[in-house]
């Protein structure tokens, strides 16, 4: 009696940790980055090359087995790198979105919206606000950032 409720007990708590989320983290880093600025002399905007600085914590987490179609389903968080805190990265305002069989992920975290693909470890952020605000001053400048993520 006592080794059945033993091997019930661990069978119980294998279904237990089962059912627990599992995630996987990235360090990724820009190394290309381009955009929008305001040119003071001129008094008009124009392209402009900027120094890639953003460097940041990915972290993946699943909530679903594969489906059907060939999705599951993840929740996504972006930390800066410097910085414990992480921020969700949603789609569409939706905590939990798709992460289909090829790696790809969109989503939006602190006004910057996201592509990744976890399968060839790159990823594309664009923030798209201050040009189209109107006011022509100032560090509010349209970017785009690509680089490489590393599995951690």
Known sequence: MRVLSTISLCFLA????????TSV???CA???????RFDEAAKRWGSTEFVPRDKFLLKVTDRSAVQADGHKLISV????????NGAPCVQDGNYEMQL????MI????MLTDYVFNVKDNRFLAAYSFGFVDGEDAGGNTPSMTGGYCTKI
């Open 100 to 103: 289909w069989p090829r790696g």
């Open 14 to 21: 294998s279904l237990a940790l089962a059912d627990e989320p």
């Open 25 to 27: 983290s990235y360090y």
């Open 30 to 36: 820009a190394e290309f980055a381009g955009g929008l």
């Open 77 to 84: 968080s972006v930390t800066p790198s410097g910085s414990s």
């Open 106 to 109: 969109r989503c939006n975290s």
